[in-house]
């Protein structure tokens, strides 16, 4: 039996922790960091948790015991606690879509049982991963072949959102434990330069596509994957090569079937995944394919990690939920607008793009569980760049700037790729950026540095900008499985608190109606009776002309 998570009754600015924030952060605004660590030295000692391989320091906050005793309160009046339990019950937290959100289910050790309305979901999850090891080590050995028995040695995803972030995320993550004789492309956008340019040095008889989509409905994949049919059958002629060269994942079997793809060729997830939270199903499969059964299983043991962590651990030695209250001390209390993270490591290039999906499309919500207009804000915006590129870039604005943007920096002690003292650099950065966001330079002492008068209000630094630092041994399958965990938690952590469904997406739903009525009548022979505003209609009108003038 399900049963359906129903919204806190008391609204969230009238709570007693609430209001407590609100006469603390009075008193801790004016305070600077400097003051804090002169009057607790061991503050980077004390501000720190150390658990399941991740050592997150958040020390570097504007934060003294009082906050994150009134952070944690806060989580406490918001039953925190029992989202969670009904999180990682299967209940119907997704209220919108009635549906329940059960990730942790995913990444669930074989024989643990979670029953969803009378199904152990586990026993179910493990039949899928089975199915995907046999194929990916079929793909990785060369036992699968092309229609005209050439090996595959081209792995091309298609899939956008969810269907893409995550996989292209976890390949370039784990690109040094990936099987290099075979070539992975990432296909999203329903730009044609994005397919042309992912497909035009591969043979479509060595080509394998994975069309990756939950829904099987959606126009950017579905237009992608007709492309790549087309492009294969182009070439190898015959109806029956899609068999070999087609695999789909999905919850719609009845969409890839009309596709033309048989289901005994797809991978099938659930309802109660979400998009955002399903690199670990078998939309994963590219990234298992890449770097074979036994890592994708060390990823998934990563991600049990940390919800056994976010699960049991008290909150203030609880990661995600740490980094998730601090997050919201700085975007409801300092009313801060956006979050930065840099991960100090090549492979993480696209971490930051995968976490914009993860947190802005659970937490960018208007109104709360019971449908209210919420009277905070929720979501703030992520966005980063590995270090060091974005001190050479933006750093600029973090450190001189108008605006105070909360940052995480990710580093590890060792680097898979050990070159000279490079390694040292890379970390020495890190540590330097964190420090100087955090103490600055006072205009005394660039004074006392023999500064002229003129320069030196211009080279002030005035610190204060608060930071999280998590380390981490090394990127491997199971730290990357920590990682993505951690800010899945943090994020629902968040959510909870602002008392808000993180899983649906309703806000994308306009957009798509719109483009489909739209491309009618950017395609239609006759002019079409244009019923938008003023602009829209001038805009297609234009768009029009210019195609008729090219005919
Ligand atoms: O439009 C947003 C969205 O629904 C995301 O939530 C999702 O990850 C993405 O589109 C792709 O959806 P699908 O996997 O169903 O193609």
Partial sequence: MTITVHSSTQPLTKRPAWKALQAHYQQIRPLHLRQLFAEDPLRGERFVVD?????????????????????????????????????????????????????TALRAPEGERIMLDGVDVVAEVHAVLDRMAVFSEQVRSGQWLGYTGKRIRNIV????????????????????????????????????????????????????????????????????????????????????AIRQHFVAVSTNAEEVTKFGINTVNMFGFWDWDGGRYSMDSAIGLSTMIAVGPDNFRAMLAGFHAMDEHFRTAPFDRNIPVIIGLLKLWYNNFFDTQSVAVFPYNQYLKRFPAYLQQLTMESNGKHVTLDGICVDYQTSPIYWGEPGTNGQHSFFQLLHQGTRLIPCDFIGFYQTLNPLGDQHDLLMANLFAQTEALAFGKTEAEVRAEGTSDRLAPHRTFEGNRPTNTLLVEQLTPKTLGLLVALYEHSVFTQGGIWNIDSFDQWGVELGKALAQKTAAELKSADEPQLDHDSSTNALIRRYRQFKRGQS
């Fill in 157 to 240: 995803n298609i899939g956008i959102g969810g269907s893409d972030l995550g996989p292209v995320m976890a390949y370039e993550a784990l690109r040094h434990y990936s099987q290099r004789d075979l070539t992975f492309r990432f296909v999203s956008n329903v730009d044609g330069t994005d397919f042309q340019e992912a497909t035009r040095d591969l043979d479509p008889e060595a080509t394998l596509f994975i069309i990756c989509s939950k829904t099987f409905t959606t126009l950017e994949t579905l237009t992608n994957a007709r492309a790549a049919r087309n492009w294969c059958l182009d070439k190898l002629g015959d109806d029956h």
């Fill in 51 to 103: 658990a399941s391989g991740i050592y997150l320091d958040y020390s570097k906050n504007r934060i003294t015991d009082e906050t994150m005793r009134l952070l944690i309160k806060l989580a406490d009046e918001c039953g925190l606690r029992k989202r969670i339990k009904a999180m990682f019950n299967g209940e119907i937290i997704n209220v919108t879509e009635q549906r329940a959100a059960l990730h």
